[in-house]
């Protein structure tokens, strides 16, 4: 069966920086080839991709991921009926969430001295925009109607639909799992990689003082305020994403608007991915170490089979070169070996348009994958394939 798989697969290199750390505060890591690499989390980039969708996409069409559930909708509950209550305002919040997904909605026992508190889910619960807005007006009708108005099998249903359908982008690329109705779980069109490096890498300390500004000179001790110490690394990273965009196009159904193209929203969320995913960065010690950099390079596959994982490229660690030094070239010219040979010997070579998106001469060697195109570009182009293949 002929599929639409996307594949991006990202070189960039970060100077000292704690990008994702463990409870330790160490940078997080991992061994592979037998070495040492640095890495950063799957979970951490997706976080970021998610956070960038809010200066990409319109508040209408993302979710919110939220334990404070009750509190939320009580908000919409209230701006949709003024005469109704803040405390009745989660009650029915409370009882409608329950209703949809089945998920416990209780106070928690933390704020159990606290007057004022709303009741939380015992988990984070993923719910769309618009599945808020309409589990909202359900929870209205409620408000004034017999007490047994959520027994009917009919309202339950109906909650059930609102959970169901017209997930946000964010749901639909990334999954949603509710432990207490599998029915309305949501399988991620998604997957990333956890980022590694493509050489060996040994984490550093970095040993810090604070001055105290108030203190006299002429009285008090000359020594620091404070002192600690924080774990750094630098490396370039290998990182790897695949969207089925099939699956993409099944979790967000049809245009969420009658005006528009029933593949818009699948265009819009494509785009949109490719844009976070290649340009957020995980804020971990961000203002310690200002580590802001972009991709160096950036290979962007269509295929019509499965996605491929290129990080076998740097199972053999890359070492820095002599008199020049640095990773890019090298890890590079790995890439661009590889890509091409294990499509040639599984016979994936020609499923479908490739491009490429570098910076400066140590990219080089990838020019010769597919089109190179600069960002804005390359985005129009993904956007006009997937619409392309999805019949629009």
């Not at 409370?94 to 933390?110: F, H």
């Not at 309202?155 to 949603?176: E, P």
């Amino acid at each position: 069966m002929t599929r639409t798989v996307l594949e991006l697969h990202v070189l960039q290199t970060v100077p000292p920086s704690c990008l994702n750390r463990d409870d330790t505060g160490t940078p997080k890591s991992a061994i592979y080839g037998g070495v040492r690499r640095a890495r950063v989390s799957s979970q951490a980039w997706k976080r970021a991709t998610r956070r960038a969708f809010h200066d990409l996409l319109d508040p209408a069409e993302l979710g919110v991921r939220t334990r404070r559930v009750a509190e939320l909708l009580g908000e919409r509950i209230m701006r949709l009926d003024a005469a109704i209550e803040q405390a009745e305002a989660w009650t029915l919040a409370a009882e409608t969430i329950q209703l949809a997904t089945g998920a416990k909605i209780e106070r928690p026992k933390r704020k159990a001295a606290e007057e004022e508190s709303a009741p939380e889910s015992k988990y984070l619960m993923f719910l769309s925009a618009h599945q808020l807005d309409g589990l909202a007006e359900l929870a209205v009708k409620a408000h004034g109607a017999p007490k047994d108005y959520f027994k009917d099998k009919a309202v339950k249903d109906q909650a059930r639909r609102i959970a169901k359908t017209r997930h946000s982008a964010d749901i639909a690329l990334f999954g949603r799992m509710v432990a207490d109705e599998a029915d309305i779980n949501v399988d991620a069109a998604a997957q990333v990689a956890h980022a590694i490096s493509v050489h060996q890498v040994e984490n550093e300390s970095d040993f810090y003082t604070a001055v105290d500004d108030y203190k006299k000179r002429e009285t008090d001790d000359l020594g620091a305020g404070m002192i600690g110490t924080v774990e750094f690394n630098s490396a370039t990273l290998y990182r790897y994403a695949a969207l089925d965009v099939d699956l993409l196009g099944k979790n967000l159904g049809k245009g969420l608007r009658d005006d528009q193209p029933a593949v818009e929203p699948l265009r819009r969320a494509v785009e949109a991915f490719v844009e976070g995913f290649l340009t957020s960065l995980p804020t971990g010690k961000l203002n310690t170490f200002g580590n802001h950099t972009l991709p160096d390079a950036v290979v962007v596959k269509v295929r019509s089979s499965r996605p491929i994982n290129c990080a076998a490229a740097y199972e053999e660690p890359c070492r820095a070169e002599p008199e020049i030094g640095g990773h890019v070239r090298q890890a590079s010219e790995r890439l661009a070996s590889y890509l091409p040979e294990v499509e040639r010997v599984y016979g994936v070579a020609d499923e479908g348009p490739s491009w490429v998106l570098r910076v400066g001469k140590n990219t080089e060697a990838l020019s010769g994958l597919g089109t190179e195109l600069p960002l804005r570009e390359l985005i129009q182009a993904i956007g006009d394939e997937i619409a392309q293949r999805q019949g629009a």
